[in-house]
């Protein structure tokens, strides 16, 4: 399937000031994450910037980059914005590679790209939850499927909740069960990614702090990619950009 990928990415961080702009080996953290995405089969991967020193950066190494407006409250309205600018087709897959994900598997882009079509306009993915902390992490947002991958919803809270087993013991997973855990990448296609700023807000996001429940009270599907592997962490703090750092 041929997909598009943009990555915005904004200069203000208040956990890691400059985030973007982090030298990871030598380039910049949103030339590292754009430069995965370019593994995984894109027609196309342009970052969404508001900001002149990131354009500036891209531009010197290469990358595709397009300026947008800085009131977007979101980045899926900053992409929004780029792929209306770039007069992709109604059908064109976009796929939204967070600007803070220089270790982003590329298989992963193309696989949740993959799952995109007419009847189910968005896609994203999730893998297996395997420990208690996880499990009971509010941090850690779950999701939970119908029999054909789409997503049901969306919380901070322990779901599926075994009942009898999570009444004797919450120290243990129990035998046969699974939960996922979300992944926060997604795939549109571009007519319905023009309109999902337009839809009206759930409570339940508000609720949650969850966007992606917008479009599932809205009643349209999102599909699930289920990845056997754990994804590599996105940057958030100062350790994780050490992390990041070694790794290249």
Not at 18 to 30: E, F, Q, R, T
């Amino acid at each position: 399937m041929s997909f598009i990928a943009i990555v915005p990415a904004r200069l203000a961080s208040t956990r890691l000031p400059n985030k973007p702009l982090a030298d990871i080996g030598g380039k910049p953290m949103v030339v590292r994450t754009a430069e995965r995405a370019m593994l995984s089969g894109a027609a196309q991967v342009v970052v969404a910037t508001d900001h002149a020193d990131i354009f500036a950066a891209c531009r010197e190494h290469g990358i595709a980059v397009q300026m947008t407006r800085s009131d977007h409250p979101s980045g899926t309205d900053r992409i929004a914005e780029v792929a209306a600018a770039m007069g992709l087709s109604d059908d064109a897959v976009v796929v939204n590679v967070q600007g803070d994900e220089p270790l982003i598997d590329p298989a992963l882009i193309a696989a949740t790209a993959a799952l995109v079509n007419p009847h189910t306009p968005m896609a994203t993915a999730a893998h297996a939850i395997h420990t208690v902390q996880d499990l009971f992490n509010p941090n850690v947002v779950k999701v939970v499927l119908d029999k054909m991958g789409r997503a049901l919803y969306f919380s901070r809270a322990t779901m599926p909740w075994a009942r009898d087993a999570f009444a004797q013991d919450q120290q243990s997973m129990p035998d046969g069960y699974q939960a996922l855990r979300h992944i926060g990448l997604y795939a549109y296609q571009n007519q319905f990614l023009q309109t999902y700023p337009t839809l009206p807000i759930s409570p339940l996001e508000q609720i949650e702090a969850l966007e992606q429940l917008r479009v599932l009270w809205n009643g349209i599907a999102i599909a699930v990619h289920v990845t056997e592997q754990s994804p590599a962490a996105g940057v958030d703090t100062l350790e994780d950009l050490q992390r990041v750092r070694t790794f290249f």
